[in-house]
């Protein structure tokens, strides 16, 4: 399997697999935290500031769109909005103590799921994945050189 091609295919692949087995740890949950809903939580708990404009911008959707999210979570008990200390006019959201809790589960069941997964591949393949994971993360955080970021 030398040509790029061919790797771009077993990667989408075994993403694909990776997917499957963290939803499954998703659905684990009952009742289990739709995953709009569940990206919300995650963008709050990455970034303490995070407003309604800075969430619909990070969910790629209108402001109404990422309120009504905002609505479900709140009725929930998982997320708070507050007034935002240094602008009145802005509102803040908030993870509760259950989110967070929700969160870290969460965590766990996918650290437990990868790990059923990982412990029935022989060692010298986990750790040539891991080297190869390392390598794909290095390349796709390089800048190309033909990539066009001067500056006006």
Do not use: K
């Amino acid at each position: 399997m030398e040509h790029a091609t061919d790797v771009a295919a077993a990667v989408e692949s075994s993403v694909e697999s990776l997917v499957a087995v963290l939803e499954q740890a998703r659905l684990a949950r009952t009742p289990a935290i739709p995953p709009a809903q569940l990206r919300v939580l995650t963008i709050v708990a990455e970034n303490r500031h995070t407003n309604m404009s800075r969430l619909a911008e990070a969910l790629n959707v209108v402001p109404s769109s990422a309120s009504r999210l905002c609505d479900r979570l709140e009725a929930t008990g998982l997320l708070r909005r507050v007034a935002d200390p240094r602008d009145r006019r802005e509102v803040r959201l908030l993870l509760t103590p259950a989110a967070g809790r929700l969160l870290s589960e969460l965590r766990e069941r996918r650290r437990a799921a990868l790990t059923d997964v990982l412990e029935r591949m022989p060692v010298s393949a986990r750790q040539d994945l891991v080297r190869a994971l390392r390598a794909f993360e290095a390349a796709a955080t390089v800048v190309p050189a033909d990539s066009d970021l001067r500056t006006a």
